[in-house]
DNA sequence: GCTTGAAATGAACCCTTGTTCAGTTTACCG
DNA sequence: CGGTAAACTGAACAAGGGTTCATTTCAAGC
């Protein structure tokens, strides 16, 4: 039988994971070597093929993860029937939802480049889906009347840049806390489709 | 003396920078070799190096002329007394702006995590200077009592963030013509910090 | 305690990297 | 037309890349 207390296979993998995710969005995906992941992990770089069939796979499942995690936690939200209050659940989600894991997020808007065709079109198809649940909420506000858009798809693209651009600057610990940021970007998102902030 | 006509370094100089520069931001930096830059200029590689000391100044420099460009050409604005107003120009010129260069925009804001030291404080220096133009607009605004901004810093980098994203999607004879798509940005941009949009 | 097999080593594989440089080409100047 | 210097080649360098694999380690189960 494999072993159980002492084997070290159930620590290693989840350990290179977090070591190539915040390698990967440190230096970028490209400027991390197997060997650089492998001595943060403590191990020699050959070990890291028992866990992963390659360099690609690491980081195109380390991608796949994270947008279904995001897709996963969005689904487990409410739904209000008022657009405006969907709106600001959604931004708060959102903004959230990336303060907390810094590195996965900027992995998966930045290295969508270095993935291979096919993975690429996996994780695209997943970020599609998680824009068409904001447009949904748009489209639902502006056929309601409580929204004024010229274009939903544009909106749904500036707004999702806007609340992910907290991972920019926001640090644990900062000048605001993460309370306060919630709010503030949500009040944002409302204001920008010309509706009132939620109170 | 130096030959004139004929002489292909008036040439080969620029040639290599564009060649680089939409090969940085396709694949990245870390991604991109000094040989794939040559061939794509119809050059050997080593010929690269009567043109730039190293591949670390190619990067450093093409981020440094990007944004002396952008600060330039935003000095170049009139300063219009009205805030929204200041507010409405700053956001059509950022949209435009960046529209035009999507490749060096998004090497500017992508790839300073692969600076050395000393070229990542110039050119952080640079990028702080533009966003303390947008504070300042700001600033003046919620002074004036026009704007309505809980936190002015948090605002300037959403804001930022939110007119930069046009560069993910929007392109040249696509759906939205890029008059129009600075009007909406303009439009969301006054709508988000208080400020109806101008007619 | 001995066997077993998963976990990890460490050396090797071949390829690509950034960079250098002695030598060749080329087109202008005098 | 010959000399000159800029522009470029092409081969070499040492270092590091991803990946493989025969071998060693060692705790778990009998």
Known sequence: ??????????????????????????HGYAAVSMRQIAAEVGVQAGALYLYTPDKQSLLADMMREHLEGLLAALA????PPDP?????????FHVDYHILRPDAVFIAYMELRNLE??????VEALRRRYEDALEAILQRGRDMGVFSLPDTKLATLALIAMLTGVTNWYREGGRLGRAE???????????????????
Chains 1, 2 share one sequence.
């Open 1 to 26: 039988m494999a072993r159980k207390t002492g084997s070290h296979s159930e620590i290693t993998g989840p350990r290179i994971r977090a070591v190539a995710e915040r390698l990967f969005a440190r």
């Open 76 to 79: 487990d939200l409410p739904a």
């Open 84 to 92: 405006a209050e969907a709106l600001a659940q959604f931004a708060r």
């Open 117 to 122: 065709p096919a993975h690429f079109a996996q």
């Open 181 to 199: 940021v919630l709010g503030i970007y949500a009040d944002m998102a409302l204001k920008a489709v010309g509706a009132g902030p939620k109170r």
